[in-house]
């Protein structure tokens, strides 16, 4: 069967600091990858998504990266965290049938 | 592009009384709809889906869930709650056509089940 895999799950960092959240999927090969945040009140916010290695499409500007380094590895980064970067961050993955699967999410706060 | 809302952000019902969480989406293509249950610190399980057919479907937990195209809706009900059922209830939809890879969530209802 297949499973996802997030870590780590909680991190706090300070403000300026790097990030590197990866996501593995298993039992399962070519999955459409997706990074969503979560933030209190505005619900999941799509963020990246990946249908192929070295693939990422990226649905809102931000201070964040993407990338799909194999078919079943996706990592969220970024080069200096800002505030606003806190919130929980969730990791999914799909192929047919079309609903998404997740991951057990990762609770980041920025200090 | 596809939206979703969810007309309410919280929910409060007393144990065992039915429920109604409502959800309309936006779409101009035809659409897969979904139901997910967010518990605290947790990721998203998947309650129900609709995909094609029948437009009631029925999910884990007792949830089911009625497609209403004229109405653009996919309210999910249940007709007695339990305490185990407080959390975080998401709606999203998904394009059905080739090639659509976006799955789109709306903010979410907080259902709050009372003793």
């Known amino acids: 069967s297949q499973t996802i895999h997030q870590w780590p799950a909680t991190l706090v960092q300070p403000v300026g600091s790097p990030l590197s959240l990866e996501c593995t999927v298993e039992?399962?090969?070519?999955?459409?990858l997706y990074w969503y945040r979560q933030a209190a009140g505005r619900g999941l916010q799509l963020l990246f998504y990946?249908?192929?290695?070295?693939?990422i499409s990226s649905e809102v500007p931000q201070n964040l990266s993407a990338s799909r380094p194999q078919d079943r590895q996706f990592i969220l980064s970024s080069k200096k965290l800002l505030l606003s970067d806190s919130g929980f961050y969730l990791c999914?993955?799909?192929?047919?049938?079309?609903?998404?699967?997740f991951g057990q999410g990762t609770r980041l706060t920025v200090v | 592009a596809q939206s979703v809302t969810q007309l309410d952000s919280q929910v409060p019902v007393f144990e065992e009384a039915p429920v109604e969480l409502r959800c309309n989406y936006s779409s101009s293509v035809s659409v897969y709809l979904f139901w997910y249950v967010q518990y605290p610190n947790q990721g998203l399980q998947l309650l129900l889906k609709y995909l094609s057919g029948s437009t009631l479907v029925k999910g884990i937990n007792g949830f089911e869930a009625e497609f209403n195209k004229s109405q653009t809706s996919f309210h999910l009900r249940k007709p007695s709650v339990h305490i185990s059922d407080t959390a975080e209830y998401f709606c999203a939809v998904r394009s059905s056509g080739a090639g659509s890879y976006q799955l789109i969530f709306g903010k979410g209802t907080k259902l709050s089940v009372i003793p």
């Open positions: 999914a993955w799909t192929i047919p049938p079309p609903e998404a699967f």
């Open positions: 990946s249908v192929g290695i070295g693939q």
């Open positions: 039992g399962t090969s070519n999955p459409n």
